[in-house]
């Protein structure tokens, strides 16, 4: 397996657990129950999750409102967007 399938694969797991984490809180927000931090949910954004947290915001109507959600996460997809072309350029 190549850097950039790894990379891939890495991406994929870590949206998917963004998105998880997403639901879990819109959950917990309508129940009144323990909510996740704002700076977990940034820090899974930033190590790779940023997609799964677009998705999870548009998806579960969540954190929408805040205008930080949006800017952070975007600019956290077009860094990992650089950083696989990054990969890509090194590898291919």
Known sequence: MDNLTIYFIFICIMSVF?????A???YNSMHGKWR???KSLFLVSFLGGALGAIFG?????????HWYFWIINILFLVLQILLGIIIFKFTY
């Open 18 to 22: 963004e998105l998880i984490l997403y």
């Open 57 to 65: 915001m548009l998806i579960f109507r969540h954190k929408t409102k």
């Open 24 to 26: 879990i809180d819109k």
């Open 36 to 38: 996740i931090r704002e």
